[in-house]
Nanobody
């Protein structure tokens, strides 16, 4: 049973930083693209940052310049460092992976989400 588990969310003051982690576990053959999405109350889920298996990255304009996405392929883990946090960064952050388990087809997987609240 493949699953993605996020960690690292919580309450952060404006201007602060946080680091989210996403660990993929189970019988995994390969992981292709991975990414972080977020969904604020009353808004659609949006891409925050993505990273390919070779390490190529892309960022939403809202976080560009103050965020870094990375992954450790040996650990099947992805990270998101966000600095200079703003109240508008408040959202549930979801981990995503384009992943193929052993003996099964390649498809999209999602984590359960981790709440990030930026408030003083």
């Amino acid at each position: 049973q493949v699953q993605l588990v996020e960690s690292g969310g919580g309450l952060v003051q404006p201007g602060g930083s946080l680091r989210l982690s996403c660990a993929a576990s189970g019988s995994i053959f390969s992981i292709n693209g991975m990414g972080w999405y977020r969904q604020a109350p009353g808004k659609q889920r949006e891409l925050v940052a993505g990273i390919t298996s070779s390490g190529r990255t892309n960022y939403a304009d809202a976080v560009k310049g103050r965020s870094t996405i990375s992954r450790d392929n040996a650990k099947n883990t992805m990270y998101l460092q966000v600095n200079s946090l703003k109240p508008e960064d408040t959202a549930v952050y979801y981990c995503y992976a384009d992943l193929q388990p052993y003996g099964d087809r390649r498809r999209d997987y999602w984590g359960q989400g981790t709440q990030v609240t930026v408030s003083s």
